[in-house]
């Protein structure tokens, strides 16, 4: 996955029910990420972290919870409180040379 | 906070023509653009980007062009191959974040 791996692939949440998103890095980068991608549509932004024990809400932050106590990992928490959470979910980090995408973890709620 | 528009949606094109997609950006601020290829089920990949003390760059059959003044920026693929048929997102940031806002993605297909 190109120094970015996230797990698992496929992830089937029942109602009510947290699960939690993996993502973990060994580029050394600072900044990580985490997007949505809906069927059809592009990517919104969910949380951020440009550095360890600090993050910040993206534009759809609502439902989802996120820690980033190592600079490697920075997971992804999708909560009850998320009522729609189906999606293709992508972790990303940066550095001033772009983003590394991870290859996405694929959330249904059945 | 920024806003990335991206037209057209859906683009058909002949194998061999070129095809440009095209994205308009809100935040003066912003200062690195770049272009990313995704295929059906796979994560995005960059392409190409292009920082703003730039007009142009170019990578192959792949250019990038940057209008700073009007706040738009724009993808070139010269003679397109069927494998070029993906979706492709341009975003913005600024170097301070490099926080990136994303368009809303162009599906282009390139018919043999």
């Known amino acids: 996955d190109g120094g970015i791996t996230q797990s698992p692939k496929y992830l089937f949440r029942k109602e009510g029910q947290n699960v939690t998103l993996s993502c973990e890095q060994n580029?050394?980068?600072?900044?990580m990420y985490w997007y949505r991608q809906d069927p059809g549509q592009g990517l919104r932004l969910i949380y951020y972290?440009?550095?360890?024990?600090?993050?910040q809400k993206g534009d759809i932050a609502e439902g989802y919870s996120v820690s980033r106590e190592k600079k490697e990992s920075f997971p992804l928490t999708v909560t009850s409180a998320q009522k729609n959470p189906t999606a293709f979910y992508l972790c990303?980090?940066?550095?001033?040379?772009?983003?590394?995408f991870g290859s996405g973890t694929r959330l249904t709620v059945v | 906070g920024e806003n990335v528009e991206q037209h057209p949606s859906t683009l058909s094109v002949q194998e061999g023509d070129s095809a440009v997609i095209k994205c308009t950006y809100s935040?003066?601020?912003?200062?690195?653009f770049p272009w990313y290829k995704q295929e059906l089920g796979k994560r995005p990949q960059l392409i190409i980007d292009?920082?703003?003390?730039?007009g142009e760059k170019k990578d192959q059959r792949i250019a990038v062009t940057l209008n700073k003044t009007a706040k738009h920026f724009s993808l070139h693929i010269t003679e397109t191959q069927p494998e070029d048929s993906a979706v492709y997102f341009c975003?913005?940031?600024?170097?301070?974040?490099?926080?990136?806002?994303f368009g809303s993605g162009t599906r282009l297909l390139v018919r043999p």
């Open positions: 935040d003066s601020a912003s200062n690195y």
């Open positions: 580029l050394n980068h600072d900044a």
């Open positions: 975003a913005a940031a600024m170097d301070s974040s490099y926080k990136l806002i």
């Open positions: 990303a980090s940066g550095s001033n040379y772009g983003y590394t």
């Open positions: 972290s440009q550095i360890v024990n600090d993050f």
């Open positions: 292009i920082r703003s003390n730039v």
